[in-house]
């Protein structure tokens, strides 16, 4: 529970556009195609901040390598 959950003032929250296994019946094909490019648009963003992990982690590992 955050502390936003206890304050009546604080902003509400709105739902995500989409929800992993949620039923698709009732969406317009228009509906499916923003939904998939929303997704599209997220999947970027993880493979970015992915790849940004992965040169701190490979950065890490260089500083740390052990002498031999």
Not at 35 to 54: F, H, Q
């Amino acid at each position: 529970m955050s502390r936003d959950d206890d304050d009546p003032f604080a902003p509400q929250r709105k739902p995500p556009e989409h929800s992993l296994g949620q039923p698709l019946d009732d969406l317009s094909i228009e509906e499916l195609n923003l939904r998939i490019e929303a997704l599209k648009a997220e999947i970027g963003r993880l493979e970015e901040a992915r790849r940004g992990k992965e040169a701190g982690r490979a950065g890490a590992a260089a500083f740390f390598k052990p002498l031999s």
